[in-house]
């Protein structure tokens, strides 16, 4: 168990719909990560929030959207689902830094499977 | 841009002997950082070992070591004396000074009693 805790575990919707996605970071931690790994796209990396501010961005639609709150939980909201959008979301908490990069190890927690119909 | 490269889709290793897992990338960093997750059959994703680009060093977690060569541009993981728990899909992944994140495409690898 890495501490990382993601609801709900499944998700089963229909094209069109919105969906949010919700993970706790380990305590104590800071960044937390998130991630979509689909058959065809493999693991990428969408979005990085620390302390509540986005910090890096990576191949996130623009129909996809996250925060961070005050106490470091965060939320991805997936908009205008398409049947791509099917995939398991990934959420990872770092310890992180204030300085310009973390170069703390990440922890996954274990993911929301998401179908869109 | 940054790429991960696992040129091997599957491996299959006896049980108690040594496998090595293939990882190539490409940057034009020179301060970055490598690592190797598993992910078995629950979809977890567990961090097996880091290593820092700016060490020499390769990295060693018991039976799990890595090879390091920063000129070369390889990060190949050896796991020594296999077991059959050490069965999953093996991410190589490269993170930038930027914090952005890139995975390879993983190795599943099985392990034949």
């Known amino acids: 168990d890495s501490g990382v805790t993601q609801t709900p575990k499944h998700l089963i919707t229909a094209t069109g719909q919105r969906v ?3 993970c706790s970071p380990r305590s104590g931690d800071l960044s937390v990560y998130w991630y979509q790994q689909s058959l065809d796209q493999g693991l990428q990396f969408l979005i990085q929030y620390y302390n509540g501010e986005e910090r890096a961005k990576g191949n996130i639609l623009e129909r996809f959207s996250a925060q961070q709150f005050p106490d470091l939980h965060s939320e991805l909201n997936l908009s205008s689902l398409e049947l791509g959008d099917s995939a398991l979301y990934f959420c990872a908490s770092s310890v992180g830094t204030s300085g310009e990069a973390s170069t703390d ?5 274990p993911g929301t499977r998401l179908t869109v119909l | 841009a940054q790429t991960v490269t696992q040129s091997q889709p599957e491996m299959s290793v006896q049980e108690a002997e040594t496998v090595t897992l ?4 490409d940057t034009s960093e020179s301060d970055y950082y490598l690592f190797w997750y598993k992910q078995p059959p629950s979809r977890q994703m567990i ?3 880091r290593q820092e680009a700016y060490k020499q060093q390769n990295a060693t977690e018991n039976r799990f070591s890595v090879n390091f060569q920063k000129a070369a541009k390889s990060f190949s993981l050896k796991i020594s004396d296999s077991q059959l728990g050490d069965a999953a899909m093996y991410f190589c992944a490269y993170r930038s000074p930027e914090d952005k994140i890139i995975f390879g495409k993983g190795t599943r690898l099985h ?3």
């Open chain 2, 111 to 113: 392990i034949l009693p």
């Open chain 2, 22 to 25: 293939s990882c190539t990338y």
């Open chain 2, 47 to 49: 961090l097996v070992i």
């Open chain 1, 105 to 109: 190890t990440q922890y996954f927690g």
């Open chain 1, 20 to 22: 949010t996605l919700r």
